[in-house]
């Protein structure tokens, strides 16, 4: 049987009664626990270094990390040979932008990205804006895509690298890779995908998706924190600029020892991806469908995001005439994500729901809910309840709502200054 049994991934919460129902898997997925029981034996007995190539201990830890590549190159379609280790998608990132760029940077200097990427990715392009190079930031629809005419327009004759995600971390849409991969490889523009939240929710081919540059990272798939991969392609052959120089481990372009344990459940946690992926999405999808019909039956609620080109994960939700802050003191029963300051470590509302013309009201009211393998029917009820009950207390206190309800245009009030 490959399914996990019921209740396996209770465990952790079995541990600790009180914790609330995780909705949160797009910040971290609780580890399956067949990841968990194949890393153990490299924390114990096969601790070799991968690298030592004299004896019994280096073989066993080198061949667990070979194995584990081939589960990472199976998921996306890849040699293994392309997939080179990191600690998680942030470094990929850093790897793959920094070192393209630097590789090429004469060529041209112009790179092409989102404004809803991830930190890592805006972060990064913001640091080559620091020392001389030029980027172009697009402006995403209302549905939270962009098109490939929103990118030809912004090429330029010096662009030499393209970063677009595959799916967002906050409202879960899938971004037109497939032809953005076509139209730069036109062009001869390198394209990197960060993909650290599509593994095991959508197909990737990479013999047929005409990327460069690919990041994975482990645990949003059920796998480890601080493990992650970047696939370089070597047909067209896309070369980078090392970005951690030392024993030049993973062909000179990542020095550093193998994480062998960490390696191994990412491994793990890749192949069981790719063989329940199938049966999983429909489920989680099921799941999902129920949540969106639950909260729908509440008035004045918006959702974020096309709903057509999205993994089944994810649903975002803005709550209308609700203050954010005091919505989520409410349901603490459930773990969800917020991307308001209330929540977050930078003080603003989501920019990520900002650009796709959300107001401030409204990105501050809106809840991440991501579900995943360990979800559960009875998961979904109790926040449907939760959320209707607690929706329904705040709006009574508001005088907003009143007004609302009154017929009132809110926007045309003229508030004293005070
Ligand atoms: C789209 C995306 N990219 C990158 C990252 C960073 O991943 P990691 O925690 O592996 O560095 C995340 C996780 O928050 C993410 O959602
Ligand atoms: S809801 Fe608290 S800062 Fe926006």
Redesign the pocket.
């Known amino acids: 049987m490959n399914a996990p049994e019921k209740n396996v991934g209770q465990v952790h919460f079995e541990t600790a009664p009180h914790f609330p129902i995780y909705m949160d898997y ?2 971290t997925t609780p580890i399956d626990p067949r990841v968990a029981d194949k890393m153990i034996p490299y924390l114990r007995e096969q601790f070799g270094n991968p690298a030592s190539r004299s004896h019994m201990y280096g073989w066993t830890a080198e061949k667990a990390v070979e194995e584990a590549r081939g589960h990472v190159a199976a998921l996306v379609n890849a040699d293994p040979r392309e997939i080179i280790w990191t ?5 990929s ?1 850093n790897l793959a932008i920094k070192g393209a760029a630097q590789f090429y940077k004469t060529k041209g200097k112009h790179i092409i990205t989102v404004k809803t990427e ?1 930190k ?2 805006l972060d990064t392009v913001r640091e080559l804006e620091r020392i001389g190079f030029e980027a172009t930031y697009l402006e995403p629809q209302d549905n939270g895509l962009i098109t490939v005419e929103q990118l030809a327009a912004a090429v330029r004759p010096d662009t030499i690298l393209v970063s677009v ?1 595959l ?3 906050e409202i879960g849409v899938i971004q037109p890779i497939d032809e953005i991969g076509v139209f730069c490889r036109s062009k001869g523009i390198i394209f990197h995908c ?1 993909a ?2 599509a593994t095991g929710k959508v197909v990737i081919d990479l013999q047929k998706t005409k990327v460069d540059l690919m ?1 994975f ?1 482990a ?2 798939t059920y796998g480890p ?1 601080g493990v ?1 991969a970047l696939y370089v392609c070597r047909k067209p052959r896309v070369r980078l600029e090392a970005q951690m120089h030392g024993g030049g481990h993973e062909r000179g372009l990542r020095s550093g020892t193998l994480p062998t344990h960490q390696i191994v459940g990412m491994g793990e946690a890749f192949r069981i991806a790719k063989e329940e992926m199938d049966s999983e999405i429909g489920r989680i999808q099921a799941l999902r469908d129920r949540l969106a019909k639950g909260l729908q039956e509440i008035e004045e609620v918006y959702i974020n995001g096309d709903m057509e080109h999205r993994v089944p994960h994810n649903l975002n939700v803005s709550f209308n005439y609700v203050e954010g802050e005091s919505l989520i003191m409410a349901i603490k029963d459930i773990a969800v994500s917020s991307g308001s300051a209330c929540t977050s470590a930078s003080l603003e509302p989501s920019y990520v729901l900002r650009a796709l013309g959300r107001s401030d009201e409204l990105a501050h009211s809106s809840i991440r809910f991501t579900i995943g393998r360990f979800s559960t029917e009875e998961d979904i009820d109790f926040a449907v309840n939760l959320l209707k009950s607690k929706v329904h207390k705040l709006r009574d206190l508001s005088p907003l709502w009143d007004m609302f309800k009154d017929g009132i245009d809110i926007n045309s009030i003229q508030w004293a200054a005070h």
């Open positions: 797009s910040a600690s998680g998608a942030t470094e990132n991830h890592s990715v995600m799916v967002n971390n960060d650290a939240q990041t990272t645990h949003k924190k992650g």
